[in-house]
């Protein structure tokens, strides 16, 4: 299957600052990618879809200000959490397809990565 | 609006026993359904989908899943279950559309015994 990777795996931070989150599809172009937060024990939730070139379509609910996304290439995707304050605290998944191959209707999903503001 | 549903929070199965975890949905439209598996502290694995075609799906690591239309379900099995089988397993569905994302179930914690 395809490989997602994403950095970093963990990441703690203080009350006020910005973290950027990286999802890279290693091998394989991804002209769509999605970012998901999950809450501990419960389902993925997600937060809002990247297209490469274009902006992001956020869910409802999904502060764009917030977490700004950035779909640069059709290997990278960024999310920086702006601000970042306490109840940000989560895991962060990103997924992407694979485009126009017979496996594009399948998401493979990064391994997540841990976010905890102090 | 497309939904999942999967009815336990928890399975527990003794190793070597044959194991079933439900999932049921609800879309308007055909619907292209996934099984993941997530380990602690990790992203999720694919483990297999049914798109169009026969309705029992094989996938990795030994599990597959049926497809039943008229009981809108797509629940995952396995013949004889593993101890490292155990893990958090999700459902997913969306509809055939090129715009439509993937809706989750809640999950289903997989415990397999010794």
């Known amino acids: 299957g395809a490989v997602v990777s994403q950095h970093p795996s963990r990441v703690i931070c203080k009350s006020g600052t910005s973290v950027k989150i990286e999802c890279r599809s290693l091998d394989f172009q991804a002209t769509t990618m999605f970012w998901y937060r999950q809450f501990p024990k419960k389902s993925l939730m997600l937060m809002a879809t990247s297209n490469e070139g274009s902006k992001a379509t956020y869910e409802q609910g999904v502060e764009k200000d917030k977490f700004l996304i950035n779909h640069a290439s059709l290997t990278l995707s960024t999310l920086t959490v702006t601000s970042a304050h306490p109840e940000d605290s989560s895991f962060y998944i990103c997924?992407?397809?694979?485009?126009?191959?017979?496996?594009?209707?399948?998401?493979?999903f990064g391994p997540g990565t841990r976010l905890l503001v102090l | 609006a497309q939904s999942v549903a999967q009815p336990e929070d928890q399975v527990n199965v003794a190793e070597g026993n044959p194991l079933t975890v439900k999932c049921t949905y609800s879309v308007s439209g055909n619907p292209y359904l996934f099984w993941y598996v997530q380990y602690p502290n990790r992203g999720l694995q694919f483990l297999l989908k049914y798109i169009t075609g026969d309705n029992l799906v094989k996938g990795s690591y030994g599990f597959e899943a049926e497809f039943n239309k008229s009981q809108t379900s797509f629940h995952l099995k396995k013949p004889s279950a593993l101890v490292s089988d155990s893990a958090l397993y999700f459902c997913a569905v969306r509809v055939n559309s090129g715009y439509s994302t993937l809706t989750f179930g809640k999950g289903t914690m997989l415990l397999v015994s010794p």
């Open positions: 997924s992407a397809r694979l485009a126009g191959t017979s496996d594009q209707e399948t998401q493979y």
